[in-house]
Nanobody, 130 residues
Framework: QVQLVESGGGLVQSGGSLRLSCAAS????????IGWFRQAPGKEREGVSY????????YYADSVKDRFIISRDNAKNTIYLQLNSLKPEDTAVYYC???????????????????????WGQGTQVTVSS
């Protein structure tokens, strides 16, 4: 059974850090582009970051650039999102998603498109207090 399971969310004070994990089972992440998305209360889900399957390319939303870091450990079949210098506006449910791309990779225009992704996790809540 194909599954993505996020963990690592929680309550943190403004300026704090968290590390989110996304563990894949039923398939190997190698060959999949991985995106992190988030949805704040009353807002649409938005792309936060992307890790390419074919090279070391990564993308970040402007709102998180220089604060968040995406990484992958193919040996553990796990993707991470390090959240630093957290702000109250980062409060959201965070989701990871996997796109079955083979040797193709999403570019800077397409990685935010939810339709490009084949599998989604159930989400993990991140709450940042002021």
């Amino acid at each position: 059974q194909v599954q993505l399971v996020e963990s690592g969310g929680g309550l943190v004070q403004s300026g704090g850090s968290l590390r989110l994990s996304c563990a894949a089972s039923g398939f190997t992440l190698d060959g999949y582009g991985i995106g992190w998305f988030r949805q704040a209360p009353g807002k649409e889900r938005e792309g936060v970051s992307y890790s390419s399957n074919s090279d070391d390319t990564t993308y970040y939303a402007d709102s998180v650039k220089d604060r968040f870091i995406i990484s992958r450990d193919n040996a553990k079949n796990t993707i991470y999102l390090q959240l630093n210098s957290l702000k109250p506006e980062d409060t959201a449910v965070y989701y990871c998603a996997a796109a079955d791309l083979g040797t193709y990779s999403l570019n800077s225009d397409y990685w935010r498109l939810e339709a490009e992704y084949d599998y989604w996790g159930q989400g993990t809540q991140v709450t940042v207090s002021s």
